[in-house]
């Protein structure tokens, strides 16, 4: 375990963190508006680029409501493909956000441990000093 992180490298494990969410993000809504437009080309029944995006949603999410699906042989190739890379990049999503709140712990608890271990070696320190000190006034006496 790295007690003794610096600073710095904890600011930079946390920026990476935070941009593997934003990367996760941006994947997640390019693949939903891909997804969309999609369903908007290939799909008769899809009238407006919103109902393709939302058709993209809850087929990526595997939500499925029902009230728009997937009506031609293309556009239900295409919601396999949706599909795959939604659960891909949605789990993507929620790791990162999940990496972000344990490693806060982890790190809280890492101060915790470094505190315990500073109490601990001053203890120490007394105590050391102490004996020092029994052994000099065991040594004065002839």
């Not at 790295?2 to 710095?8: A, D, G, I, N, V």
């Not at 728009?68 to 293309?74: I, K, N, T, Y």
């Not at 929620?94 to 271990?117: G, K, N, P, W, Y």
Request: glycine fraction near 8%.
């Amino acid at each position: 375990m790295t007690l003794h992180l610096r600073p710095r490298k904890r600011l930079h494990r946390r920026r990476l963190m935070r941009r593997g969410l934003i990367y996760s993000l941006v994947l997640a809504l390019a693949i939903l508006g891909l997804g969309g437009l999609g369903f908007w080309l290939l799909d008769p029944q899809v009238v407006t680029l919103a109902d393709g995006l939302w058709l993209a949603f809850t087929t990526a999410a595997t939500v499925g409501y029902g009230d728009l699906v997937p009506s031609s042989h293309a556009s239900r190739v295409f919601a396999v493909l949706v599909v795959l890379l939604g659960l891909a990049v949605l789990s993507l999503v929620t790791a990162s956000l999940a990496a972000i709140f344990v490693e806060q712990e982890v790190e809280d608890e890492e101060h915790q441990i470094e505190r315990d271990l500073m109490q601990e070696l001053q203890t120490l320190r007394r105590e050391v000093q102490g004996l020092r000190e029994q052994v000099r006034q065991l040594q004065r006496r002839p």
